[in-house]
């Protein structure tokens, strides 16, 4: 079975400031994807950056970027330019190809902004 | 669009109770997943849903079941609440499931007393 591991229970940044997010991964499977979530206080999980197994090249949407170290079962979300509305829960995912959806979640990071 | 829709949104039921929430995924949208958020198990799997069909299922017990009906909406019922029921229960959406975006509705908040 797959696991996912973010080692930072808690992280805090001061605005626009770049700040980095942990997580680790295991599996056997040889493609998959990767994905990071933010879950807000209005609790709605909203997808901040996915990521193909099979691609080599690291994904990044806007502001977000991720550093993907396949051998190592790496996944980090970097987040340049904190803003304040970036502060929430975020969530570092695992979901096999070619099998039903089914999300295998971390445990979560909890990122502070502060002034 | 409209988004994933979860109702209700807050939920107090009493112990041995049953309750059933409602999801009515984005149009157009076939598989229906839902997930259990609890402060110690974090963010669980519990079943997904395609065409009417459970396509995959996670490890809870059997007092925890679903369905889904022609139009993609889907229901998840509880029976004979226990206290450890007490989460929020988040449901996505995707076009097949297969290799395609989940988008997750604000969730219901269960709370058994």
């Known amino acids: 079975a797959q696991t996912v591991t973010q080692s930072q229970p808690e992280m805090s940044v001061q605005e626009a400031e770049t700040v980095t997010l942990s997580c680790t991964y295991d599996?056997?499977?040889?493609?998959?994807?990767l994905f990071w979530y933010k879950q807000p206080p209005s609790r709605q999980m909203i997808l901040v950056i996915r990521q193909e197994a099979y691609k080599q090249q690291n994904a990044t949407e806007n502001r977000f970027s991720v550093n993907f170290q396949k051998a190592a079962k790496s996944f980090s979300l970097k987040i340049s330019d904190s803003q304040l509305g970036d502060a929430a829960m975020y969530f570092c995912?695992?979901?096999?190809?070619?099998?039903?959806?089914?999300?295998?979640f971390g445990t979560g990071t909890r990122l502070q902004v502060t002034l | 669009k409209a988004g994933v829709t979860q109702t209700p949104r807050y939920l107090i039921k009493t112990r041995g109770q049953q309750v059933t929430l409602s999801c009515s995924p984005i149009?157009?949208?076939?598989?229906v997943s839902w997930y259990q958020q609890t402060p110690g198990q974090g963010l669980q799997f519990l079943f997904e849903?395609?065409?009417?069909?459970?396509?995959n299922k996670g490890n809870f017990p059997g007092r925890f079941s679903g369905r889904q009906f022609s139009n993609s909406r889907s229901e998840m019922n509880v029976s004979t609440l226990e206290l450890g029921d007490s989460a929020l229960y988040l449901c996505a959406s995707s076009l097949t499931g297969f290799n395609t975006e989940a988008f997750f509705g604000q969730g219901t908040r269960l709370t058994v007393v």
């Open positions: 149009s157009g949208h076939r598989s």
């Open positions: 599996t056997s499977e040889s493609d998959y994807y």
């Open positions: 849903y395609f065409s009417e069909t459970q396509r």
């Open positions: 995912a695992y979901r096999s190809t070619g099998t039903a959806s089914k999300l295998t």
